[in-house]
């Protein structure tokens, strides 16, 4: 299953908050701190005292947050078309995104990330956009391009292992690279494990009845089809209901 990316709304687009004006700088600092308490609808009240396209951009992130997207999005349009930069194209592309509006988001999310090529969530959401409109091969580019920006951005990772398993023709020995390298940062190391020796038989535990509809079983089902049966064996182990 793809992992919806996150939408990492960018709170600014300008060079320095020091170039505003005291009194806008005082309402960006009290809100950001009633949103980072969690109250916000006083954050959102806040925001609204700030002029302009950065004022615009904040409401945008707090009603994003607040649920309202559509709101959201009309927000982040303000304030592009006040101040045109990459973290306001990003956000309108991401909160397209997330209104499912793929064929909207694509080229607004291209643009942002030729604007600031190194920004891996523009390719993130480029990645789930392409995806769903069908352009798969652009996606697996995306999210590839998005791992060399951010190598250790699991969701990145997850959604490259689905699609070079399911969607894309591929080889196993591709498929099992991309999940070598994802288990290569993500993978939790294993302290105190049994030592094992070659006489030793490996047991291999699936919990669940879906392994044939599981990512894993594209690259792990040949192995199990064609394990020598004296020296594996499999056990499955049913969910608790």
């Known amino acids: ?67 309202q997207p559509e709101k959201a999005l009309d927000q982040f349009q303000r304030a592009e ?44 959401n480029l990645g789930l956009a392409f995806l769903r409109s069908g352009r798969v091969q652009e996606s697996v580019e995306s999210y590839r391009h998005a791992l060399e920006l951010e190598p250790q951005s699991e969701k990145s990772g997850k959604n490259l292992i689905f699609l070079m398993d399911h969607l894309v023709e591929t080889t196993p020995e ?29 047991r291999v535990g699936y919990i669940g009845s879906d392994f044939e509809q599981h990512s894993a079983a594209m690259c792990f089902a040949p192995v199990l089809l064609n394990h020598t049966k004296h020296a594996g064996k499999l056990s499955g182990m049913p969910r608790a209901t």
Not at 178 to 197: C, D, E, F, K, M
């Open 81 to 124: 078309a006040l101040h045109s930069c990459a973290p306001y194209l990003g956000n309108v592309g991401g909160i397209l995104v997330q209104l499912g509006r793929y064929g909207e988001a694509i080229p607004v999310l291209q643009h942002a990330a030729i604007l600031d090529r190194y920004v891996a969530t523009y390719h993130e």
């Open 1 to 67: 299953m793809i992992s919806e990316p996150p939408l990492a709304l960018s709170p600014y687009g300008i060079p320095s908050l020091e170039e505003l004006p005291m009194e806008v700088q005082e309402a960006i600092a009290q809100g950001r701190a009633q949103f980072q308490c969690g109250f916000f609808k006083a954050a959102l009240n806040t925001f609204e005292r700030i002029p302009g396209h950065l004022g615009a951009n904040l409401q945008g992130v707090t009603l994003a947050q607040l649920g």
């Open 174 to 202: 591709m498929a099992c690279q991309v999940r070598r390298q994802y288990t290569a940062r993500h993978a939790i190391p294993r302290l105190n494990g049994p030592s094992r020796t070659h006489n030793d038989v490996l």
